[in-house]
Nanobody, 115 residues
Framework: QLQLVESGGGLVQPGGSLRLSCAAS????????INWFRQAPGKEREGVSS???????YYVRSVKGRFTISRDNTKNTVYLQMNNLKPEDTAVYYC?????????WGQGTQVTVSS
């Protein structure tokens, strides 16, 4: 049974940086696309970024140029480097992996951007 565990969240001032990690156990992520989502209080969950098995990346417009997604298949981990953070980036961040009918989500990691 695959499990995803996010880490790296925290409290950071505007303009600061964080690196989120999504570590998988129970199966390899190497052949699959991985997605990062976030959900702010009172808002719907939104897709933030994704990376394919071949390294093709996608970013939602609001984070383009500030966030970078990457993967290290040797560590079975996907990263989300977040720079120049803004208060509107405050949310719980989740990673997600879909394998046919199976839809896996991590437990989420809180990112709070505040002075």
């Amino acid at each position: 049974q695959l499990q995803l565990v996010e880490s790296g969240g925290g409290l950071v001032q505007p303009g600061g940086s964080l690196r989120l990690s999504c570590a998988a156990s129970g199966d390899t992520l190497e052949y699959y696309a991985i997605n990062w989502f976030r959900q702010a209080p009172g808002k719907e969950r939104e897709g933030v970024s994704s990376i394919s098995s071949t390294g093709t990346t996608y970013y939602v417009r609001s984070v383009k140029g500030r966030f970078t997604i990457s993967r290290d298949n040797t560590k079975n981990t996907v990263y989300l480097q977040m720079n120049n953070l803004k208060p509107e980036d405050t949310a719980v961040y989740y990673c997600r992996f879909v394998d046919g009918p199976n839809d896996y989500w991590g437990q989420g990691t809180q990112v709070t951007v505040s002075s």
